[in-house]
């Protein structure tokens, strides 16, 4: 899969929740490889912040991004709707120190990116797969995020409310594909027992229930909810009938939960990477998903270089035979046996280590090793599959090396160890030259890289 952008730009302008201001914020296409990132256009200099989880400085009814003295809030439904929709590249224009709220969902996004249409780009999608359970849990609320391995990016959430009226509710999104039509449009919310807080904090200037759900849930004194009314600018209403305040009905019956689901998305958008793993939270909340976003990235750095999955079950794409085909090397030189994939720049190649080979009679008797000049012509061999594999007639030339740079040996490979070849064509193949960027692994563990330039020469 390919990383992706928006074809054109779209603005949308609304109140802020918070400020009550006016403002516009514009989503922009972007380069490969540049992720999100936000643009303040109306302070001096047009400052931008990279939208990642350890910007975050402020949770309380939003997620904040801040870096220096520049800030930006109410970011999390405007990422949900880029990540849910699949843009990995964007750069986002915003008027004012936060992002418009309009309806209190992320439809209106999500409508504008069908509106102008997503551009595929060349670089591949950076997945982050997930290989072993994550979990945060924060005792003092009992908000419990799990995060599980799984072959796409999936959420569910479950949220309990302490109210008789509202039950517990939960919601899952299998497929992202399902996020337009099932969960954009799940509109934010606000206990009423929350409004007289918020307010005191100078928060929800532009709140009102065009933008919100406003859920009287908790029964108060008639005078206290008719000066709350007042402070809303809404009508009064009876202390004694609980329910739901809007302007319009509820989409679904957890419509609330939903809306809990998508601020999820957003704020994994701040992990910097499309995941392929599956999200189980309970009682989420915006500094729960933060924290549990800082941990997800502290374990992408510890394992920024992932291996490829192989499934030993599967066919391969070529075979130790049909390598011959395309390789002149033969035994006891012939280094890789079989090719699991090739997709686009990219070739996935193996070449399991056995007791047998020749080349431990030498190196070393009583302590075998593969050799590290075998290591790299390992990978090269692997590297001119993908290379050969662009001409016709491949059994026509051979890859001879130009250059061996950045050679870096990370650990033994010893007998009993499959060294699984990962290499990337750096660019495109020019005057009969390329340059390929390799890493090999055992099991999860990067063992060795090294980047390879070589030229493509007809066979005589």
């Known amino acids: 899969m390919k990383q992706c952008t928006l074809k054109n730009s779209f603005s949308l302008s609304s109140k ?21 990132k936000i643009q303040r256009i109306d302070l001096e200099g047009q400052p931008i912040i990279d939208c990642l989880a350890e910007k975050v ?28 929709m699949g843009i990995d590249n964007c750069l986002i224009q915003v008027d004012g120190p936060e992002f418009p709220i309009l309806d209190g969902s992320a439809i209106y996004y999500v409508k504008k990116i ?13 997945f982050y797969e997930v290989r072993h359970k994550m979990e945060y849990k924060d005792e003092e609320t009992g908000s419990v995020i799990t995060l599980l391995p799984d072959d796409h990016f999936s959420v569910t959430a479950m949220c309990q409310y302490p109210s008789d009226f509202l039950q517990s509710q939960f919601a899952t999104l299998d497929n992202m594909e399902d996020y337009p039509q099932e969960f954009a449009a799940a509109r934010t919310f606000v206990f009423v027992r929350d409004i007289l807080p918020l307010l005191q904090m100078n928060l929800i200037k532009g709140g009102d229930l065009d933008n919100a759900v406003v859920i009287y849930e908790t029964k108060l004194p008639q005078e206290q909810l008719d000066s709350l009314a007042d402070a ?6 009876d202390a004694n009938e609980l329910g739901y305040l809007q302007h319009r009905p509820l989409a679904w019956d957890n419509e609330c939960t939903r809306h809990k ?19 189980v939270a309970t009682r989420p909340g915006h500094t729960v998903n933060n924290k549990f976003a800082r941990l997800v990235r502290k374990d992408i750095r510890k394992n920024e270089v992932q291996a490829p999955i192989i499934d030993p079950n599967a066919t391969p794409l070529y075979d130790n035979q049909q390598i011959k085909h395309i390789l002149p090397h033969r035994y006891p030189m012939q280094l890789v046996d079989k090719v699991i994939s090739i997709e ?15 080349f431990f009679v030498g190196h070393f ?12 012509e390992a990978m090269a061999q692997v590297g001119g599959i993908l290379v050969l594999n662009q001409v016709d007639d491949p059994e026509l030339y051979s890859t001879y090396f130009v250059s061996i740079d950045q050679v870096k040996f990370k650990h033994k490979v010893v007998p009993g160890d499959t060294l699984v070849f990962k290499c990337e064509l750096t660019a495109p193949m ?28 007809k066979n005589k």
Do not use: W
């Open 16 to 36: 802020g929740l918070h400020t009550g201001l006016n403002l516009t914020v514009t989503f922009n296409p972007a380069p490969e490889n540049h992720g999100y």
């Open 57 to 84: 400085a402020d949770t309380q009814r939003g997620t904040v991004l801040v870096d220096g003295e520049v800030r930006v809030s109410t970011v999390e439904h405007g990422l949900s709707a880029l990540y849910a």
């Open 114 to 126: 069908q509106e102008v249409g997503i551009q595929e780009q060349e670089a591949p999608k950076n």
């Open 232 to 237: 809303l600018g809404v009508p009064h209403r």
């Open 261 to 279: 689901l998508l601020d999820i998305i957003g704020d994994m958008a701040l992990i910097g990477r499309p995941l392929k793993g599956r999200i």
């Open 344 to 358: 686009g720049n990219q070739i996935v190649g193996v070449k399991n280590i056995t007791a047998n080979e020749p």
């Open 365 to 376: 008797p009583d302590e075998p090793v593969m050799p590290g000049v075998l290591q790299i």
């Open 430 to 457: 020019r005057h009969s030259l390329c340059t390929i960027h390799g890493r090999a692994f055992v099991g999860d563990k990067l063992v060795m890289e090294a980047q390879l330039t070589a030229q493509v020469i």
